[in-house]
């Protein structure tokens, strides 16, 4: 069976909080344990043997309780019997943020909570499966509704999303901004050609000096209408760790024994396979219960239906480019070199130049039919922001559009090498020239810029979370409410 893992990080947009040195949550090997159903004919036990042998390390109870909505789990359900009848090769990916990406686990790639579940994922298929990790660190589902695109491949049958942190939440019910961010993002994964299976990974809030957050401040309630209104799934980590590390301390299973800061170590990763695998275990032992009918198979091809916030749809024509496809949308190039400043297995490709009077030119469609022909359509330049001899560039816009135009300058305070994001906000045009001049000014002493990719927002208003500036805000503002909730 050939068992690939394969990695689309095209972005770096690295936020992380770096892993504190040592490993507070290493998995205590003598607490797993695995299942055994009782009361299945022999035939029926048989065929569930491979997939209850997965060694669990969270108690069943609280696996119980991490199963947050499973409802009529109907693309889950083919996506199991698929796996284990080995029908048709499969894809499963994870969108998410730096946990996903394997924040705080001591080994990527192994002891990380995706790694850990696509390798006995991997092992019980009768099918050859793909995984594919597009997980940005530090970035809010907004931006991934926007630049799926560019991390995920279309042929998925299984994907995970987890935002729950990034996202924090917003304190309203209506038109909640998080959850219609979410919303989007399922319905382009709903859209994909072999509609598959979501599964929201709801992750715990936890401060990063063990803080506890009130049970109640997450957005994952709230996105738990999503589920039910897609047949997704959700899986929660603060069901299962809530009981374990609050309401009753249990060795083992305290915060400080599961998470490494507001990421999880190995303890708490090794508890999100847990409850992906008991997941999958579920839905096979549903199918051994109850075979996949009919009805279900033709629920399956219906039609997605309209959003659950009405109009929260995904306008045609957003764009999000980078790395090849971002080429495409440069209509004229003066000075500027298509290079990657990363390696062949991270590639960090971009137009870069060092010369003063360098213009690159892009073509963006601003035109949004569906809201006032008037507003303003913001367009995000992703650029390097750096430490050494970084230059100030110029964005303008001509052809059919007109922007305030803007000055980036690239030279960064922190000694850290991110892409960050520049916006203007461009009046509507099928053909919006967008350019991009490196000035003869410059704070750092030096002229390199690099652009690597550029999005243009589905409507007029793009949320303030997708910027790293506020991303830092709103990390302070959740800061002090984990401290007001903190025990
Ligand atoms: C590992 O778990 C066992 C209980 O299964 C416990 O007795 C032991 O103290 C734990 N070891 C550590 C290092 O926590
Ligand atoms: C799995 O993939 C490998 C190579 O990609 C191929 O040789 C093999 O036939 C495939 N097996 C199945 C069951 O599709
Ligand atoms: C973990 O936190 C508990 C209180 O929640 C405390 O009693 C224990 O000493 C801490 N353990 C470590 C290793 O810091
Ligand atoms: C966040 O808090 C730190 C100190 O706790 C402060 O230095 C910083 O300015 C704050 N950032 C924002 C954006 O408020």
Redesign the pocket.
């Known amino acids: 069976?050939?068992f690939r893992f394969t990695c689309i990080g095209l972005l770096a947009l690295s936020l992380y909080i770096a892993a504190v040195e040592g490993n507070c949550c290493s998995v205590n090997e003598s607490r797993l344990w695995s299942r055994n159903v009782q009361g299945l004919l022999p035939s029926a036990a048989e065929w569930l043997k491979p997939v209850l042998g997965y060694k669990f390390y969270l108690p069943e109870i609280n696996l119980k309780g991490s199963m947050g909505y499973l409802g009529s789990s109907i693309r889950l359900r083919q996506f199991t019997s698929d796996l284990l009848s080995?029908s048709r090769?499969l894809r499963v990916g994870v969108v998410g943020g730096s946990i996903s990406v394997g924040e705080g686990s001591s080994r990527r790639h192994v002891t990380d909570w995706f790694s850990v579940f696509s390798n006995w994922l991997g092992s019980i298929a009768?099918?050859?499966v793909t995984f594919v990790n597009g997980a940005v660190a530090g970035t809010p589902s907004s931006y991934m509704a926007m630049c799926l695109n560019v991390h995920l491949p279309r042929d998925m049958d299984l994907v995970f999303l987890e935002y729950v942190w990034n996202d924090l939440y917003q304190d309203r019910l209506i038109n909640n901004q998080v959850v219609m961010n979410m919303e989007r993002l399922i319905r382009r994964i709903l859209n994909f050609p072999r509609r598959p299976a979501v599964v929201l990974m709801q992750v715990a809030i936890v401060g990063d000096h063990m803080e506890t957050a009130p049970f109640y401040r997450t957005s994952e309630d709230l996105e738990g209408a999503l589920a039910a209104f897609y047949d997704a799934s959700y899986l929660s980590m603060r069901n299962a760790l809530y009981p374990l590390a609050v309401m009753h301390p249990t060795a083992g299973y305290s915060w400080n024994e599961t998470f490494i800061n507001h990421h999880p170590g190995d303890a708490g990763h090794k508890i999100m396979a847990d409850m992906a695998a008991y997941m999958i275990q579920q839905a096979a032992i549903s199918i051994v219960l109850n075979p996949i009918s009919y009805p279900e198979l033709s629920v399956h091809s219906l039609p997605l239906a309209a959003p659950m916030y009405p109009g929260n749809e995904i306008p045609p024509g957003v764009v999000c480019s980078s790395g090849r496809s971002f080429t495409e949308h440069v209509l004229s190039n003066l000075g500027w070199e298509w290079r990657n400043e990363g390696t062949p297995w991270k590639p960090k490709w971009g137009f870069v130049t060092y010369t003063p009077g360098s213009k690159l030119t892009l073509r963006v469609n601003t035109l949004r039919p569906a809201i006032d022909p008037t507003a303003r359509i913001p367009v995000l330049i992703h650029y390097l922001s750096s430490y050494d001899k970084m230059g100030t560039a110029l964005l303008t816009c001509s052809a059919g559009c007109v922007c305030d135009p803007k000055e980036v300058d690239a030279t960064s305070e922190r000694r850290v090498s991110q892409v960050f994001f520049a916006q203007i906000k461009a009046s509507q045009s099928e053909t919006c020239d967008v350019t991009v001049t490196l000035l003869q000014k410059t704070s750092s002493g030096g002229y390199h810029f690099k652009v690597s990719g550029v999005v243009v927002s589905a409507s007029d208003v793009i949320d303030s979370i997708f910027f790293v500036e506020e991303i830092y805000a709103k990390r302070n503002e959740s800061k002090a409410l984990l401290n007001e909730g903190a025990r």
Do not use: S
């Open positions: 069976m050939a080995g090769p009768k099918a050859n």
